[in-house]
């Protein structure tokens, strides 16, 4: 059974920055592309990033490419989302997941990040 467990969120000051983990048991992710989601309140879960199984080809969504860098440990069975200069738009509750997103594995708890002055 995939269990996925996202990390790493928190409260921040616009400009700030954090780094989410995501861990994974039961499944093997470097045999996945794998895919940073984002929920944000009364609103519909959305990709932030994207990184093939190899973490050579990355993608990210127009909101947050220059700010935010996802990256790959297959080692350690993990995937990260680094994110820097967040907006008070970026608050979400954040998830990782293979894609395509209908093709998901059962959600983790997701990771809470909230930007504020």
């Known amino acids: 059974q995939v269990q996925l467990v996202e990390s790493g969120g928190g409260s921040v000051q616009p400009g700030g920055s954090l780094r989410l983990s995501c861990a994974a048991s039961g499944v093997t992710l470097s045999l996945f592309e794998m895919i940073w989601y984002r929920q944000g309140p009364q609103s519909e879960r959305v990709t932030v990033a994207t990184i093939s199984s190899s973490g050579t080809v990355t993608n990210y969504a127009h909101s947050v490419k220059g700010r935010f860098t996802i990256s790959r440990d297959n080692a350690k069975n993990a995937v990260y989302l680094q994110m820097n200069d967040l907006r008070p738009e970026d608050t979400a509750v954040y998830y990782c997941?293979?894609?395509?997103?209908?093709?998901?594995?059962?959600w983790g708890q997701g990771t809470q990040v909230t930007v504020s002055s």
């Open positions: 997941n293979k894609g395509p997103l209908w093709s998901a594995w059962a």
